[in-house]
């Protein structure tokens, strides 16, 4: 319920910034890029801090993207990954991810299968510290 409310308002915090080349992700300032047969994935940074506290939500904004969203720790390990926010819905996200460590965290977005994946499309990754629900109050 929290991620549908982010879904229903991150648009509206900040126009999204259009990318080709995946760079820096930061709380609040949503970002665009596009996955495709050629393009599988992309990568996002972000600083965290151990026990904090974070949510990720990719969403498809054009074409029939079907996107997942991976989070990779400091060290290069897998800390939290998500398909489907649920049954009815194709976006992927995080809510209230605990963050195990300090340092530079990669929230990767790929295309469902990858490269068996037939989806492609636009899609928009937010980071929003907290809970979703609480941080967009």
């Known amino acids: 319920m929290a991620l549908a409310l982010l879904l229903a308002l991150t648009g509206g915090l900040h126009p999204a910034t259009q990318a080709q080349e995946p760079g820096v992700l930061l709380p609040f300032e949503p970002v665009r890029g596009v996955l495709n047969a050629v393009q599988l994935s992309a990568e996002w ?22 996107p997942v ?24 996200g995080l809510e209230a991810l605990t963050l195990p460590a300090d340092g530079t965290y990669t929230a990767r977005v790929l295309r469902y299968q990858g490269a068996a994946g037939t989806t492609s499309g636009t899609y928009e990754l937010a980071l929003t510290p907290g809970f979703a629900a609480v941080a967009l109050r």
């Open 45 to 66: 940074t972000f600083e965290g801090r151990a026990g904090e506290i974070v949510s990720l939500i990719a969403r498809a904004v054009e074409g029939d993207l079907d």
């Open 69 to 92: 969203i991976q989070v990779v720790g400091p060290a290069g390990e897998l800390v939290a990954e998500n398909d489907d926010l649920d049954s009815l819905m194709r976006d992927a």
